[in-house]
C-alpha cells in the first residue's frame, strides 16, 4: 500500500515558484539574488540542489564549502575544508549531507560530509589522481566517480569499499539516466560515449556513440578534449554533452544521434578548465557552464563571454546548412540551434544548475546567483 503524499508548504512571497511550466516563464528568468564569498578572487567551481530543491551546496577555490538556502533565499553557513581542498560537491539523497572530491595534497579521497554539524560519515578511497566527476543514482544510494587515473568506480554510500570498477581510456565525465539503470560514461580521448546497463556493471557496453563525426563538424579545433558535462534530459530522451566551446552536443539518447548542436558564439570560453591530465594546474575546475531544465525542453548555460545567460529549445527546428566540414566529414548539414532567448546580467555564468523542484536557476563565477522569472510571469 503506498504511503502519504507529503505535500511541501509553499514557498515564501517573491521565492521560487513550483507551479508554472517552465515554458510559460523561461524568457522571464532575471538574477534576483546575489551572493558574494569573503574573499573576492574566490572562484564557485561546482553546484547542486538537494532533491527537495530547498537547499544549494557550493565548492569555492578557496577550500571551502558555502550552503544556500534557497527557498528563503540566503547564506546558510561556511563548511571549511583547508587541508583537502573542495570540489564537486554532490548531496546524497539526505538533504544533510554532501559528498566531495579533494583537490589539496595528492589526496584522492572522496569525503562525505554531514553539514549539520561539519563531520566527516565515511571515506572513499581507491583513485590515485584527481577526481573528475561524481555523479548520485536518482534512485539510491549508489553513485558513480570518475578520475584521471583512467577509471570508474561504482559505491554504495554505506561502504568504504567500492562495488566495482572500470578500467578506460580518459572517462572523465559520467551520468544515470532517470531510470537509474543506465549509466553513461564520456571519453573524450576516444570521442566516445558508452552507454552501460547498471545490473551487468562489469560487461561491455551495450552502445557506444561515436562523437568525432560531430567533434569535426562542429568543434574541430578541440577534438578529444574540452568536455564539460555529460547529463541526460530527466524525460531520459535526450543526453548532452558539455563543451568548453562554441557550444554543446544534444544527441538522442537511444540512438547516439545529433539531434541539434546548442551554438553559441565562436570564440566562447566557460572560464573553467575542463577534465584532462594537469587540469587542476591549468586553471580553475569547473562542471559545465549548462544544464538542461527540469522538464527537459530547454538548455541553459553560458554565454561564453564575460555576461547574460543563454537558452536553447530543444523543441524548436535546429537550423540546417550545407558546410564543407560536414560534407568532408560525412555527416550531412550540420544541426545548428541557435538560442531562443538570452538572459541579462552582468558577470559571465560558469557554472550552471537547475533547481530539480522549482522554477529557479543558479550561475556562479565569482559569486553565487539566484534567478527567478519576473514577478508579473508569476501564478
Same mark, same amino acid.
Given at each position: 500500500?503506498?504511503?502519504?503524499?507529503?505535500?511541501?508548504?509553499?514557498?515564501?512571497?517573491?521565492?521560487?515558484?513550483?507551479?508554472?511550466?517552465?515554458?510559460?516563464?523561461?524568457?522571464?528568468?532575471?538574477?534576483?539574488?546575489?551572493?558574494?564569498?569573503?574573499?573576492?578572487?574566490?572562484?564557485?567551481?561546482?553546484?547542486?540542489?538537494?532533491?527537495?530543491?530547498?537547499?544549494?551546496?557550493?565548492?569555492?577555490?578557496?577550500?571551502?564549502?558555502?550552503?544556500?538556502?534557497?527557498?528563503?533565499?540566503?547564506?546558510?553557513?561556511?563548511?571549511?575544508?583547508?587541508?583537502?581542498?573542495?570540489?564537486?560537491?554532490?548531496?546524497?539523497?539526505?538533504?544533510?549531507?554532501?559528498?566531495?572530491?579533494?583537490?589539496?595534497?595528492?589526496?584522492?579521497?572522496?569525503? &562525505?560530509?554531514?553539514?549539520?554539524?561539519?563531520? !566527516?560519515?565515511?571515506?572513499?578511497?581507491?583513485? @590515485?589522481?584527481?577526481? =573528475? +566527476? *561524481? $555523479?548520485?543514482?536518482?534512485?539510491?544510494?549508489?553513485?558513480?566517480?570518475?578520475?584521471?587515473?583512467?577509471?570508474?568506480?561504482?559505491?554504495?554510500?554505506?561502504?568504504?569499499?567500492?562495488?566495482?570498477?572500470?578500467?578506460?581510456?580518459?572517462?572523465?565525465?559520467?551520468?544515470?539516466?532517470?531510470?537509474?539503470?543506465?549509466?553513461?560514461?564520456?571519453?573524450?580521448?576516444?570521442?566516445?560515449?558508452?552507454?552501460?546497463?547498471?545490473?551487468? &556493471?562489469?560487461?561491455?557496453?551495450?552502445?557506444? !556513440?561515436?562523437?568525432?563525426?560531430?567533434?569535426? @563538424?562542429?568543434?574541430? =579545433? +578541440? *577534438? $578529444?578534449?574540452?568536455?564539460?558535462?555529460?547529463?541526460?534530459?530527466?524525460?531520459?530522451?535526450?543526453?548532452?554533452?558539455?563543451?568548453?566551446?562554441?557550444?554543446?552536443?544534444?544527441?538522442?539518447?537511444?540512438?547516439?544521434?545529433?539531434?541539434?548542436?546548442?551554438?553559441?558564439?565562436?570564440?566562447?570560453?566557460?572560464?573553467?578548465?575542463?577534465?584532462?591530465?594537469?587540469?587542476?594546474?591549468?586553471?580553475?575546475?569547473?562542471?559545465?557552464?549548462?544544464?538542461?531544465?527540469?522538464?527537459?525542453?530547454?538548455?541553459?548555460?553560458?554565454?561564453?563571454?564575460?555576461?547574460?545567460?543563454?537558452?536553447?529549445?530543444?523543441?524548436?527546428?535546429?537550423?540546417?546548412?550545407?558546410?564543407?566540414?560536414?560534407?568532408?566529414?560525412?555527416?550531412?548539414?550540420?544541426?545548428?540551434?541557435?538560442?531562443?532567448?538570452?538572459?541579462?546580467?552582468?558577470?559571465?555564468?560558469?557554472?550552471?544548475?537547475?533547481?530539480?523542484?522549482?522554477?529557479?536557476?543558479?550561475?556562479?563565477?565569482?559569486?553565487?546567483?539566484?534567478?527567478?522569472?519576473?514577478?508579473?510571469?508569476?501564478?
Amino acid at each position: 500500500m503506498a504511503g502519504p503524499v507529503v505535500v511541501p508548504p509553499p514557498p515564501p512571497p517573491g521565492g521560487p515558484q513550483v507551479t508554472q511550466k517552465t515554458s510559460e516563464v523561461i524568457g522571464s528568468f532575471r538574477a534576483t539574488k546575489l551572493f558574494r564569498p569573503p574573499k573576492p578572487e574566490t572562484c564557485i567551481t561546482s553546484l547542486d540542489f538537494d532533491d527537495s530543491g530547498e537547499f544549494l551546496i557550493a565548492a569555492c577555490d578557496d577550500e571551502s564549502l558555502q550552503l544556500y538556502n534557497a527557498k528563503e533565499g540566503k547564506h546558510v553557513k561556511t563548511l571549511l575544508s583547508k587541508k583537502y581542498g573542495a570540489h564537486l560537491a554532490r548531496f546524497t539523497h539526505h538533504a544533510q549531507s554532501v559528498l566531495y572530491a579533494s583537490t589539496k595534497g595528492g589526496d584522492d579521497t572522496i569525503r &562525505y560530509l554531514s553539514t549539520h554539524d561539519n563531520m !566527516f560519515i565515511r571515506y572513499f578511497r581507491a583513485h @590515485t589522481a584527481p577526481v =573528475t +566527476t *561524481i $555523479a548520485l543514482s536518482p534512485a539510491s544510494d549508489t553513485f558513480l566517480s570518475c578520475s584521471l587515473d583512467d577509471t570508474v568506480r561504482l559505491w554504495s554510500l554505506n561502504s568504504p569499499n567500492a562495488q566495482g570498477k572500470l578500467n578506460l581510456a580518459t572517462p572523465y565525465l559520467a551520468a544515470f539516466d532517470p531510470s537509474a539503470t543506465v549509466i553513461a560514461i564520456a571519453s573524450p580521448a576516444t570521442s566516445s560515449i558508452l552507454l552501460y546497463d547498471l545490473r551487468n &556493471y562489469d560487461k561491455a557496453p551495450f552502445a557506444t !556513440f561515436d562523437m568525432r563525426p560531430y567533434e569535426t @563538424t562542429h568543434t574541430p =579545433t +578541440t *577534438i $578529444a578534449r574540452d568536455w564539460t558535462r555529460l547529463e541526460f534530459s530527466n524525460d531520459g530522451k535526450s543526453l548532452l554533452v558539455g563543451t568548453n566551446g562554441p557550444g554543446h552536443f544534444l544527441l538522442d539518447a537511444f540512438s547516439g544521434d545529433l539531434k541539434a548542436f546548442c551554438g553559441r558564439r565562436p570564440g566562447s570560453l566557460s572560464g573553467r578548465v575542463a577534465p584532462g591530465p594537469g587540469f587542476t594546474a591549468r586553471g580553475v575546475p569547473g562542471q559545465g557552464d549548462m544544464c538542461f531544465s527540469a522538464d527537459g525542453r530547454y538548455v541553459v548555460g553560458g554565454s561564453g563571454q564575460e555576461k547574460d545567460m543563454l537558452v536553447w529549445d530543444t523543441h524548436a527546428q535546429p537550423t540546417t546548412s550545407s558546410t564543407t566540414a560536414a560534407t568532408a566529414a560525412g555527416t550531412g548539414p550540420p544541426q545548428i540551434l541557435h538560442p531562443s532567448t538570452h538572459l541579462p546580467f552582468r558577470a559571465r555564468s560558469a557554472v550552471v544548475q537547475w533547481n530539480p523542484r522549482y522554477n529557479m536557476i543558479a550561475s556562479a563565477d565569482r559569486e553565487v546567483v539566484f534567478w527567478l522569472p519576473e514577478e508579473g510571469t508569476r501564478a
